[in-house]
C-alpha cells in the first residue's frame, strides 16, 4: 500500500523559511513523480512542484521559482520542500503526492496519484 506522510508544517512570518518533508513507503522510491500541489481557502488546488525519482528532473510553477526547492533522499525515501521568502500567498494546505507514471501534470496526479493527508502551512504578513 502507497503511504505519504506530510511533516508538520507550521505558522511562519512573512520573508522566512519552512522546510516540509513528505516520507513515503509501499513503492520503489525511484519509481514514478513526486509532487507537491496546495489549496488555500476558497481556491483550486495547485500544482507547486514535482520531482521524478527515475533522472532527478525538477518542476516548479511560476509562483515558486527561485523561493522553493524540491530535493529526494532516496536513501530515506523522503522528499523534500525548502520554502524560502514566504509570502502570506503561500498560505494552504499543502499535500504531497505520487504518480507512477510519467510527467508532472496534475491531471495525471488527479486521476491515478497517491496522496498524504496535507499539512497547514501559515504565512502572517
Known amino acids: 500500500e502507497v503511504q505519504l506522510v506530510e511533516s508538520r508544517g507550521g505558522l511562519v512570518q512573512a520573508g522566512g523559511s519552512l522546510r516540509l518533508s513528505c516520507a513515503a513507503s509501499?513503492?520503489?522510491?525511484?519509481?514514478?513523480?513526486i509532487g507537491w500541489f496546495r489549496q488555500a481557502p476558497g481556491k483550486g488546488r495547485e500544482e507547486v512542484s514535482c520531482i521524478d525519482g527515475r533522472d532527478g528532473s525538477t518542476y516548479y510553477a511560476d509562483p515558486v521559482k527561485g523561493r522553493f526547492t524540491i530535493s529526494a533522499d532516496n536513501a530515506k525515501s523522503t522528499v523534500y520542500l525548502q520554502m524560502n521568502s514566504l509570502k502570506p500567498e503561500d498560505t494552504a494546505v499543502y499535500y504531497c503526492?505520487?504518480?507512477?507514471?510519467?510527467?508532472?501534470?496534475?491531471?495525471?496526479?488527479?486521476?491515478?496519484?497517491?496522496w498524504g493527508q496535507g499539512t497547514q502551512v501559515t504565512v502572517s504578513s
Open positions: 509501499g513503492f520503489t522510491f525511484g519509481d514514478g513523480v
Open positions: 503526492a505520487r504518480y507512477s507514471g510519467y510527467g508532472c501534470y496534475e491531471p495525471n496526479f488527479a486521476e491515478s496519484g497517491s
